[in-house]
């Protein structure tokens, strides 16, 4: 087990918060109403006149302790469409194993497709798509929904059946909400990976969930250059026996290959959607952990679920509704894409950008709000960092107006960050919301951030979020404040994981969440819960690589790496840095006789460039000379990362745990030679 950093930093004071949104901004908020309803539908304590932040405490305080009286509550407030009723709200409280709403059935596809039903709204976007050019193509809500429609229909003729698991190979392009959209009426399993992933990172997700529609490109178009992923959709073909149609979008304008089918075939025909009425708990999409010990995990996530944490999230915490555009720079291997379109749920515009973050320049992401007229804008920290050191001016140089709320996620957002956002808007006169969120892939939702009725503090994130039991916890499982602990919530959320896939006893997903604290949810991350009810993420208690918000495992840095015959083994380390910046060094233990040359190195990145991701090429390559390992065999890789964080060796690591304490003394020197 392991313990807190011990030079976690600590949230400076703020005698005054960075940002207090206005009376109206409260009075308007879609949180400040539901409560109000909540306290006269179904006992939600009164809201707190005068005093938002009391007033929030006193209603997470409610969710969390009735969470069957919170979640029916949500569901009311959304108009969710139960097609049959639910016997009772939750019927089995523990974890794993929550049982929400038996017996209710429903549709997600249905409820993101519902703003087409409204004639004032019907010929306005539902999608906006843009890539590299900066010019936006609208898709409207009646073109969406009959593209589903359409879609839902030929997948049915192709014989996809609910349950049956259909995968896409595709960028952030609105064919693949479209596919998702249409999986998810017919009762399928969504999937998905960007097709910067290279074949053996796809194969490993795919393979195990057996799909049998696969929905590629022909390539895609990154930093100004069209990348062709032909040969690696042939080799996806190959290597999954039980596909039985596979759909080809001509990003690049190539023919669809022998036996493929087109896109635009399938699309063509104005049909009205079936939504396939299914059980709460049905399967809605998997999603994949970054797999450090071995294959990603395969989470699957229920349509009922997702649907009521999305209505939350977008609805009550990112206040959106119809009259916003929301826009996340994502991809669709990152769980951020699956909450980009959940913006459809509440009536929003969600705004695909298809580039790369930096193309023609670093403005890229802020021009694609300018030009959108973005309301929401999410992105990484990283590069909110990478902004500030370039001297932007965004709401400067640029026509931002429209913005009201800059979101962050996939890392901690440092201090600097917060001040800069605030400062760079409150320059051009705007006031902006800055929201710094935290979750995970696990849940597809966040656990802390954005809370439009609470002050912004340097540093911090505004409130654990509604309906989520957040804690602090130290080793012993005693509730900490203002200190660092491991991240944990007790109570169950709907959007946790049904399973996983191919997890027959259930062992894997008990090992994943619940082996520290029995019964509890502990996610891997450390975390500081304030006196005042905000929360500071201090980065990752494990080993996951976390890149521009895009997870990996280790696992897949040394299959790749490691076949290379100058490298006898590996140790890669993601760490987040003070600054905001991350460093990402791979040590190489090398084979007898080789050496660590340009070429070498350069092989190395290229290697993991073609095979696995651009953003997971090493920052730095350095020998070792050798890699620490457990008593049963398994690479060291948490102690070794707090051995670079500064933690003293006597700190990081139990040595009776260690095959060889000598070779921590290597990577313990490192950490001192950077400090200087």
């Known amino acids: 087990m392991t313990t807190a950093p011990q030079s976690a930093p600590q949230p400076e004071p703020q005698p005054e918060p960075l940002w207090q949104p206005g009376p109206d901004r409260i009075a308007e ?13 179904h006992g939600a304590p009164a809201p707190t006149p005068g005093d938002p932040a009391a007033g929030y405490a006193a209603l997470h305080r409610w969710s969390t302790d009735e969470l069957a009286a919170f979640w029916q509550a949500t569901a009311e407030w959304f108009d969710v469409r139960f097609s049959t009723p639910y016997e009772t709200v939750l019927a089995d409280p523990t974890m794993p194993g929550a049982r929400w709403f038996p017996g209710a059935t429903l549709n997600y596809a249905e409820h993101a497709l519902r703003a087409a039903e409204d004639p004032a709204r019907a010929a306005t976007p539902a999608l906006l798509y843009v890539d590299e050019t900066h010019e936006p193509t609208p898709v409207t809500w009646t073109d969406l929904r009959a593209q589903v429609g359409s879609l839902a ?42 097709p910067d992933f290279g074949a053996r990172s796809v194969l490993d997700r795919f393979q195990q969930i057996e799909p049998v529609v696969l929905f590629t490109v022909d390539g895609y178009r990154y930093g100004g250059k069209e990348h062709d992923r032909r040969d690696t959709v042939a080799e996806l073909r190959r ?16 023919p669809a290959p022998e036996g493929a089918l087109n896109w635009s075939d399938l699309t063509a025909n104005d049909t009205e959607p079936v939504f396939e009425q299914v059980p709460f708990d049905h399967p809605l999409w998997v999603l994949y952990s970054s797999g450090t010990t071995g294959l990603p995990k395969a989470i699957v996530q229920s349509q009922g679920g997702i649907l009521l944490e999305h209505l939350k999230q977008t609805g009550l915490h990112c206040d959106l509704g119809p009259d916003d555009r929301f826009f996340w720079y994502t991809s669709t291997g990152w769980m951020m894409w699956n909450f980009l379109v959940a913006g459809l749920l509440v009536g929003s515009t969600i705004v695909l950008y298809d580039g790369s973050p930096g193309h023609p320049d670093i403005s890229a992401q ?10 929401v804008f999410g992105t990484s920290a990283a590069y909110v960092m990478a902004c500030r050191k370039a001297g932007l001016h965004p709401a400067r140089d640029l026509d931002l107006s429209a913005v009201t709320c800059v979101a962050t996620t996939g890392s901690p957002l440092p201090p600097d960050g917060f001040r800069w956002l605030h400062d760079s808007f409150a320059e051009s006169g705007a006031d902006l919301w ?24 340097i540093g911090e994130l505004q409130a654990a979020c509604l309906g989520t039991d957040l804690q ?31 997890d027959p006893d259930g062992s894997r997903y008990h090992d994943s969440y619940f082996d520290m604290y ?12 304030t006196s005042r009810g905000s929360v500071v993420i201090h980065g990752r208690s494990d080993s996951t690589l976390n890149r521009q918000g ?3 495992g280790s696992a897949d840095i040394y299959e790749a790496v490691e076949r290379l015959p100058e490298v006898r083994e590996s140790l890669v380390i993601g760490l987040e840095l003070p600054d905001g910046g991350y460093w990402m060094p791979l040590f190489v233990h090398l084979a007898p006789g080789a050496t660590l040359d340009d070429d070498l190195r350069d092989r190395i990145k290229r290697t993991i460039r073609e095979q696995l991701s651009p953003r997971h090429v090493p920052d730095d390559i350095i020998e070792a000379p050798g890699v620490p390992h457990t008593l049963t065999g398994k690479r060291i890789e948490v102690p070794v990362k707090r051995l670079l964080q500064g933690t003293p060796l006597e700190k990081a690591v139990n040595p009776g745990s260690v095959d060889n304490l000598e070779l921590l003394r290597f990577y313990e020197r490192i950490a001192r030679d950077r400090a200087k």
């Open 518 to 529: 029995p019964g509890v949810w502990r996610h891997g991350d450390w975390i500081t819960l």
């Open 366 to 375: 802020w021009r694609v709000a300018a030009t959108t007229r973005a309301t």
């Open 434 to 457: 800055t929201a710094s969120v935290s979750g995970g892939t696990d849940v597809c939702s966040c656990f802390a951030g954005a809370v439009p009725t609470l002050p912004v503090h």
């Open 239 to 254: 290597e999954l026996p039980t596909l039985q149609a596979v759909v080809h979008i001509p990003l690049l304008g190539t």
């Open 472 to 502: 602090s916890w130290d080793p012993q499982g005693k509730p900490l404040t203002d200190e660092v602990g491991e991240l944990v919530v007790t109570n169950p959320m709907p959007s946790m994981p049904i399973r996983f896939w191919n």
């Open 550 to 552: 895009v997870r990996m």
């Open 153 to 194: 229909a030929e997948l049915r003729r192709l014989g996809v059946r609910p349950g049956d698991r259909v995968s896409g190979y595709v960028p952030n392009i609105p064919q693949a909400v479209v596919a998702l959209l249409a999986s998810a009426a017919v009762g399928a399993v969504w999937t998905s990976c960007a």
């Open 29 to 41: 908020a879609q949180v400040t109403r539901f409560h109000t309803w909540a306290a006269a539908h």
